[in-house]
């Protein structure tokens, strides 16, 4: 988000500190980090966690940021969207207690939110089903 040409971000139950998720996550969330990053051991399986963060970065963001988290997240907690929101200024910060990782089981209360902030930070043109006149939209 602070590649020049970026116009508006969403983080969506986002990891701040991966070697927090990965040391306190699930034991199947652990061995996916292991497995995927292509550490030989769990040492160096954190290691590389370690590597992944925010700190330093979110205080960069120049773009429109809205940060999304579930209060029932076992992968990455609220409180890591939290602090993005606040180091990264987001303009909003959506909250929803019983959001699982990723809100999935609450996709019709944000997809469309999120659609729609992104739209307005974009300036995009709501597209209109083919035949509709532009009054359906008003």
């Known amino acids: 988000a602070v590649v020049p040409g970026i116009r508006a971000c969403t983080s969506l139950s986002g990891p701040f500190e991966m070697r927090d998720v990965v040391q306190n996550g699930p034991a ?20 590389r966690a370690a590597q992944l963060t925010l700190r330093d970065h979110a205080r960069e963001i120049t773009c429109p940021l809205l940060v999304l988290s579930g209060g029932c997240d076992r992968i990455a907690p609220p409180s890591h969207q939290a602090r993005l929101a606040e180091e990264g200024r987001a303009e909003e910060f959506l909250f929803f207690e ?40 008003a």
């Open 28 to 47: 199947l969330t652990r061995e996916a980090f292991r497995r995927k990053s292509g550490a030989v051991d769990d040492a160096d399986a954190m290691s």
């Open 98 to 137: 019983d959001g699982n990782h990723g809100c999935t089981n609450l996709l019709d209360h944000h997809r469309p939110f999120v659609a729609d902030w992104l739209a307005r930070k974009l300036a995009v043109e709501p597209r209109r089903p083919a035949g509709e006149s532009p009054s359906y939209y």
